[in-house]
Structure formats: structure tokens, C-alpha cells
């Protein structure tokens, strides 16, 4: 599978208020996902020295998944394609190493 058939296909799934005018909602469920998959990790460093086990893998998975849901929708949204914003951050992570900036901060390093 590729990310433009992934977002069509995610597309499909998609219900929530005003679909097509609401970038808000994908965004603030990708906060909530994205808070999910910090709270799995988290939880294997408190409990579990560091090691994950199949089951918390399985869960991080799902997790990871329902993150690209949400970030494909708001792409969707903001009429981005999602196999656009993968190669262009490919391409910036890129330049960055070819021009020794890939640590550090900043947007435009």
C-alpha cells in the first residue's frame, strides 16, 4: 500500500462534524492519539524497564495506526497529499544531513 491509497482509503472512514471544512477535529484527535502512543511508552519505562512485550507492541501498533489515521485525515482537510508531505519531509531531512544540520532546532536549519 501506498500513502495516497492509504489516505482514500482512510477517507472513507472518516465521520465527524462538518467533514470537509473541519481540520479542527482530526487535530485534536491526533493530539489525543498521540498522547496515547506517549502513555503506552511511558508505561514501559516505568513498569517494565524499558522492554516491550508482544502485547504492549500490539497496542502500540494500534496506537501508531490511529495516529496516521488522523494526521491522513487532516491532510485531507487542508487538501495536502499525504504522499506529499512524506516526500517533502524526506527531502528537508535530506538537506539537513547533506548540510550537517540534521540535529539542533528550528524550522529552517
Same mark, same amino acid.
Given at each position: ?26 487535530? +485534536?484527535?491526533?493530539?489525543? %492519539? ?7 511508552? /511511558?508505561?514501559?519505562? =516505568?513498569?517494565? &524497564? $524499558? ?26 482537510? +487542508?487538501?495536502?497529499?499525504? %504522499? ?7 527531502? /528537508?531531512?535530506?538537506? =539537513?544531513?547533506? &548540510? $550537517? ?9
Amino acid at each position: 500500500m501506498n500513502f495516497e491509497t492509504y489516505q482514500i482509503n482512510a477517507r472513507k472512514t472518516a465521520i465527524y462534524p462538518s467533514l470537509g471544512s473541519n481540520y479542527i477535529y482530526p487535530t +485534536l484527535g491526533l493530539v489525543g %492519539e498521540s498522547g496515547e502512543v506517549a502513555e503506552k511508552i /511511558k508505561k514501559v519505562l =516505568r513498569d517494565k &524497564e $524499558g522492554v516491550f512485550d508482544q502485547e504492549t507492541l500490539i497496542g502500540l501498533k494500534k496506537e501508531l495506526g490511529d495516529v496516521l489515521w488522523y494526521v491522513s485525515n487532516i491532510c485531507s482537510e +487542508l487538501n495536502f497529499s499525504l %504522499e506529499d508531505i512524506a516526500e517533502d519531509n524526506l527531502n /528537508k531531512l535530506k538537506k =539537513r544531513s547533506l &548540510e $550537517g544540520k540534521i540535529k539542533g532546532s528550528g524550522d529552517n536549519r
